[in-house]
């Protein structure tokens, strides 16, 4: 790579390589799709794991489970596009020690199937009424066949939603208000499987009431990258760049990775509107032009040092890029190293895409959303001989002297830091949280750390194998329904997600030079929870705030304390410095208490990373398009404040003091004078 490669690197981690997460048991599981078969007898059974754990695979075994052995007529497996439905082509798992092979007829894969949606539709009918068990459909021709034959045609069929996150809540969502009537109708099974399950628009998948249904397994990337065999590290980095970005692209891209080059959507920023001529200028860029494989139509590029490239152009029109797209899914070379060396895509190579060679998957311009950012990274993070380190970057455009486009690139930005921040907790290991009490005890299993459990201090303990901390915080409010349990457990990425999609926290926590951290601990994380959860009660909305706040805090400092030695270089390092990092903070403070957690800036440690990265006069004008918002407090953060203020009297004795030398208590003071000042307007009239 030149001198002049350049990408700070906000995420970075490093994994042990234990092998664990690619062994097969006697029934030719590896450990997820063990885990996974172990609740087969779920009527409701939600997968969160990472991409390449082997979801298809688990879902194969537990559909045979409930054809042959639970009683089911039928078992539909519905992906959210076409090409995901080769995922579930026939598998000889009695090779592997299982007790059934998974067989689809070839007339009822109907990603597979030509014509339009109403020909598939009438071919789902058909197969209800047929013998055949097994049918394969995208999302949308399951939806047109829900509205077609109604929801009691499905009686008795298992459905299965592969890449769930694409349902939602929200009533226009026709899928997921599908599924809310099946659930209701309770005659069927549902298994749900997800490799990010947070959508880009922060809208909940499923409403709580139909989430409670589901039982989870949860496999995470933490056990899935560190019981890999060969990919050891894995960096996440945004890279800013001023121009024109196929001028600087070589900056950061080495064309000695294997490499998917994402272009940027033509109505974004960063796009030239002519897509054709930034693929040629990319290819211009990387060496001499030699024609093109009259097999498989990738370019073949010869580079300054005579090595030849061979590159696959997905952004061409439909007739090449079919022939391109087919040779990709060859089969015959699905493990030959040699056969591609860069794949330049738009809107193709991201979810369901299988390239076990990528290494770095580069990024140009923001994406829509945070689970495609998650799931373009999936594309990289296979494990693969000789593979040992892989990256995401993502290039952005710097704000240029426009108001306009300055607005458009701080938003563009703070997206980019939101989804380095959601990662980082995505690629950590889970956090469980206790309360520090004076019978508080080891828990078994646990590693906590030179000298062992210390029954005076707040603990920190690291079990390896399950990739899961224990930790101990004074005053921690512990959930007490199972579903706040629940939520502690399973869902604080999702909470986290909510956090950090937050414009306005994500805006003052990085450039707002007067904000009090607890407006943003407190207040804004406390609202994502009561708007998420309505359904829990206020002690337990404070558990799972409490929570949350506490797994993105510690891993801020944890990161920011974190500086160890690769066997290769010096840099910052995950997982084993992210341990060592969350043991020095906690053994650093006086003691690990939930108020010191609530006054760490969740974002501060992003903005030391973008002030390294981003230009001095971009990050000037970036925090002058920020402080011209000027943020008011708004009725329901004054309640929220006075509540704060109502606890701070229960435990003081005396309500918080606007002339207080305390900045946290001047604010919830100011909350209890906002609101008196609306019940004295509201008495006059």
Same mark, same amino acid.
């Given at each position: 790579m030149s001198d002049e490669t350049r990408s700070v690197p906000s995420v970075s981690v490093t994994y042990s390589r234990n092998g664990s997460s690619t062994k097969s048991n006697e029934l030719g599981m590896r450990p997820m799709q063990e885990r996974a078969?172990?609740?087969?007898?779920?009527?409701?059974?939600?997968?969160?794991?990472?991409?390449?754990?082997?979801?298809?695979?688990?879902?194969?075994?537990?559909?045979?489970d409930k054809l042959h052995r639970q009683g089911l007529r039928k078992a539909i497996i519905t992906v959210p596009e076409k090409s995901i439905g080769s995922s579930f082509a026939d598998e000889p798992l009695t090779q592997f020690g299982f007790w059934a092979d998974w067989h689809v007829e070839p007339k009822w894969n109907l990603c597979n199937a030509p014509g339009g949606d109403e020909g598939k539709v009438a071919a789902v009918g058909k197969f209800l009424d047929s013998e055949?068990?097994?049918?394969?459909?995208?999302?949308?021709?399951?939806?047109?066949?829900?509205?077609?034959?109604?929801?009691e045609a499905?009686?008795?069929?298992?459905?299965?939603?592969?890449?769930?996150?694409?349902?939602?809540s929200n009533p226009d969502n026709k899928l997921g208000a599908q599924l809310a009537e099946l659930i209701a109708r309770d005659k069927v099974h549902v298994v749900a499987m997800t490799g990010s399950y947070f959508r880009g628009d922060a809208e909940p998948v499923l409403m709580p009431h139909d989430e409670a249904r589901f039982d989870t397994v949860t496999y995470t990337y933490y056990e899935q990258l560190n019981g890999y065999k060969y990919l050891k590290s894995l960096d996440i980095g945004y890279f800013f760049y001023s121009g024109a970005y196929t001028d600087d692209i070589l900056k950061v891209l080495d064309t000695n990775e294997k490499t998917i080059i994402h272009i940027p959507n033509v109505n974004s920023r960063e796009s030239t509107k002519d897509k054709i001529r930034e693929v040629e200028h990319i290819l211009h860029e990387l060496g001499d032009w030699e024609g093109t494989d009259p097999q498989t139509g990738f370019q073949l590029v010869r580079r300054a040092d005579g090595r030849l490239l061979r590159i696959a152009d997905l952004v061409d029109d439909d007739?090449?890029?079919?022939?391109?797209?087919?040779?990709?899914?060859?089969?015959?070379? +699905?493990?030959?190293? @040699?056969?591609?060396?860069?794949?330049? $895509? !738009?809107?193709?190579? +991201?979810?369901?895409? @299988?390239?076990?060679?990528?290494?770095? $998957? !580069?990024?140009?311009?923001?994406?829509?959303?945070?689970?495609e950012i998650v799931q373009i990274i999936g594309r990289a993070t296979r494990d693969a001989k000789g593979k040992t380190r892989a990256r995401f970057t993502n290039l952005i455009a710097e704000p240029d002297a426009s108001e306009e486009a300055v607005t458009e690139a701080v938003n563009d930005t703070?997206?980019?830091?939101?989804?380095?921040?959601?990662?980082?907790?995505?690629?950590?290991?889970?956090?469980?949280?206790?309360?520090?009490?004076?019978?508080?005890?080891?828990?078994?299993?646990?590693?906590?750390?030179?000298?062992?459990?210390?029954?005076?201090a707040c603990n920190v303990g690291f079990n390896e194998d399950s990739g899961q901390f224990q930790i101990e915080i004074k005053g921690l409010v512990p959930p007490k329904s199972k579903e706040a349990e629940r939520i502690c457990q399973e869902d604080l990425n999702e909470v986290i997600a909510s956090f950090a999609q937050d414009k306005t926290s994500v805006e003052r926590g990085l450039f707002d030079e007067e904000l009090v951290p607890e407006e943003l601990t407190?207040?804004?994380?406390?609202?994502?929870?009561?708007?998420?959860?309505?359904?829990?009660?206020e002690e337990d909305q404070e558990a799972v705030r409490q929570h949350a706040i506490a797994a993105l805090n510690l891993t801020q400092k944890a990161k920011e304390i974190a500086v160890a030695v690769d066997d290769q270089d010096d840099r910052t390092v995950g997982n084993t410095a992210l341990i060592q990092g969350v043991r020095k903070f906690a053994m650093d403070v006086r003691e690990l208490d939930i108020d010191l957690i609530d006054r760490i800036n969740p974002f501060s440690e992003a903005y030391a990373i973008l002030a390294k990265e981003m230009s001095e006069e971009s990050l000037r004008q970036v925090a002058a398009v920020i402080s011209a918002k000027k943020v008011k407090l708004t009725p329901e953060e004054a309640r929220d404040l006075a509540r704060r203020a109502l606890r701070f009297k229960q435990e003081r004795g005396r309500l918080p003091t606007l002339t207080s030398a305390d900045a946290w208590e001047r604010k919830m003071a100011e909350g209890v004078a906002f609101l008196a000042r609306m019940k004295a307007e509201a008495a006059r009239g």
């Open positions: 078969y172990e609740r087969r007898g779920e009527q409701y059974l939600l997968i969160k794991s990472p991409p390449a754990s082997g979801k298809s695979r688990a879902l194969m075994f537990i559909a045979l055949d068990r097994v049918l394969v459909a995208t999302h949308a021709t399951f939806r047109f066949a829900v509205e077609k034959f109604g929801i499905f009686d008795d069929c298992l459905i299965a939603v592969d890449e769930f996150h694409h349902v939602s007739v090449k890029r079919e022939v391109v797209s087919a040779a990709l899914k060859d089969p015959a070379q +699905k493990n030959n190293r @040699d056969y591609v060396d860069i794949i330049i $895509a !738009l809107g193709m190579a +991201k979810e369901g895409f @299988d390239w076990i060679w990528c290494e770095h $998957a !580069l990024t140009v311009g923001y994406r829509a959303s945070l689970t703070l997206k980019a830091i939101a989804a380095s921040l959601l990662m980082e907790q995505v690629l950590a290991p889970r956090f469980n949280f206790t309360p520090k009490t004076a019978t508080s005890g080891p828990a078994d299993g646990f590693d906590y750390g030179e000298g062992g459990y210390d029954p005076q407190q207040v804004r994380m406390g609202k994502i929870v009561r708007d998420r959860y309505p359904e829990l009660d």
